[in-house]
């Protein structure tokens, strides 16, 4: 199944650490970046190292991932340090912008890290193919808020469109899962989530694009965004179809519900199996 949902909890509150587990974010992401201010990263990488040890159970080892600061900020270097000692694989580094900070870091960062490359900038954008392709590299996920800031544009709806679908053709020449699509920020109250209904709506948007899932701030939008990225029954119903048709005549031609069905559709009905 892709993992479609990745919720944030600021790294330095431990006491939210356990809300977060308990919804059905497929991805926890313990952020120790933008959300802890810079006068309390050392004691938020400090603590949650205890937390590592002490309150983490195997069953919730594999959900957790952590967002270290950015390659070249004063915190990064022990951030890799603090988690190539810990039990867990997946690590979210902030503001790439190229395949050579990944490819150092990869090394640092202890055998079997498994790397979401979070890409916020121009310069990061330019390089999206050689940054998915770097070792290490799992997915690919899009800073869209950050990104238009340094872009100078306006608006995160179709004014990215073209930026979304670089996501999508790089990861898909990498060989990843489909790329993770940004957080969704209220247009009247900046820095806050949008309701319920937008969500769904960008959701809707990204999953169009061919994104896979969404990084989000509450856990109130986990249901939306696994609900959204996730195909309905009925689609399935038909992939499933379709999957049969063609084993069953793979050199013919062969239609179900009255349509002509090729490699191409067939490749797609396996990929709403696979999702």
Same mark, same amino acid.
């Given at each position: 199944?892709?993992?479609?949902?990745?919720?944030?909890?600021?790294?330095?509150?431990?006491?939210?650490?356990?809300?977060?587990?308990?919804?059905?974010?497929?991805? %926890? #992401? =313990?952020? +120790?970046?933008?959300? *802890? @201010?810079?006068?309390?990263?050392? $004691?938020?990488?400090? /603590?949650?190292?205890?937390?590592?040890?002490?309150?983490?159970?195997?069953?919730?080892?594999?959900?957790?991932?952590?967002?270290?600061?950015?390659?070249?900020?004063?915190?990064?270097?022990?951030?890799?340090?603090?988690?190539?000692?810990?039990?867990?694989?997946?690590?979210?580094?902030?503001?790439?912008?190229?395949?050579?900070?990944?490819?150092?870091?990869?090394?640092?960062?202890?055998?079997?890290? %498994? #790397? =979401?490359? +979070?890409?916020?900038? *121009? @310069?990061?954008?330019?390089?999206? $193919?050689?940054?998915? /392709?770097?070792?290490?590299?799992?997915?690919?996920?899009?800073?869209?808020?950050?990104?238009?800031?340094?872009?100078?544009?306006?608006?995160?709806?179709?004014?990215?469109?073209?930026?979304?679908?670089?996501?999508?053709?790089?990861?898909?020449?990498?060989?990843?899962?489909?790329?993770?699509?940004?957080?969704?920020?209220?247009?009247?109250?900046?820095?806050?989530?949008?309701?319920?209904?937008?969500?769904?709506?960008?959701?809707?948007?990204?999953?169009?694009?061919?994104?896979?899932?969404?990084?989000?701030?509450?856990?109130?939008?986990?249901?939306?965004?696994?609900?959204?990225?996730?195909?309905?029954?009925?689609?399935?119903?038909?992939?499933?179809?379709?999957?049969?048709?063609?084993?069953?005549?793979?050199?013919?031609?062969?239609?179900?519900?009255?349509?002509?069905?090729?490699?191409?559709?067939?490749?797609?009905?396996?990929?709403?199996?696979?999702?």
């Amino acid at each position: 199944m892709t993992l479609r949902s990745y919720l944030f909890v600021p790294g330095d509150h431990t006491e939210r650490f356990a809300a977060a587990l308990a919804t059905d974010a497929h991805q %926890v #992401v =313990i952020d +120790l970046e933008d959300g *802890v @201010a810079h006068d309390a990263k050392d $004691r938020a990488r400090e /603590q949650l190292a205890v937390w590592l040890q002490t309150a983490l159970t195997d069953a919730n080892r594999g959900r957790l991932v952590i967002r270290v600061n950015a390659p070249g900020s004063p915190w990064h270097d022990d951030d890799l340090a603090m988690f190539k000692d810990t039990p867990l694989h997946h690590l979210m580094v902030p503001k790439v912008e190229s395949a050579g900070q990944l490819a150092a870091l990869s090394a640092r960062a202890g055998e079997g890290a %498994v #790397v =979401i490359a +979070l890409v916020e900038s *121009v @310069a990061g954008v330019v390089q999206l $193919r050689d940054i998915a /392709q770097a070792p290490g590299v799992a997915r690919l996920a899009f800073g869209s808020f950050e990104f238009g800031v340094d872009a100078g544009i306006e608006g995160d709806g179709s004014e990215l469109d073209a930026v979304r679908t670089a996501f999508v053709i790089a990861s898909r020449h990498a060989g990843l899962p489909a790329p993770i699509d940004g957080v969704t920020r209220s247009h009247d109250k900046p820095g806050t989530t949008d309701k319920a209904d937008a969500i769904a709506a960008a959701v809707a948007t990204a999953r169009r694009f061919g994104f896979g899932g969404k990084l989000c701030l509450h856990g109130s939008h986990v249901e939306a965004i696994n609900h959204g990225f996730a195909p309905t029954d009925a689609q399935r119903e038909w992939a499933a179809r379709v999957v049969a048709a063609w084993t069953a005549n793979p050199q013919g031609a062969t239609a179900v519900d009255g349509k002509f069905i090729d490699k191409a559709v067939t490749d797609r009905a396996k990929r709403i199996l696979a999702s």
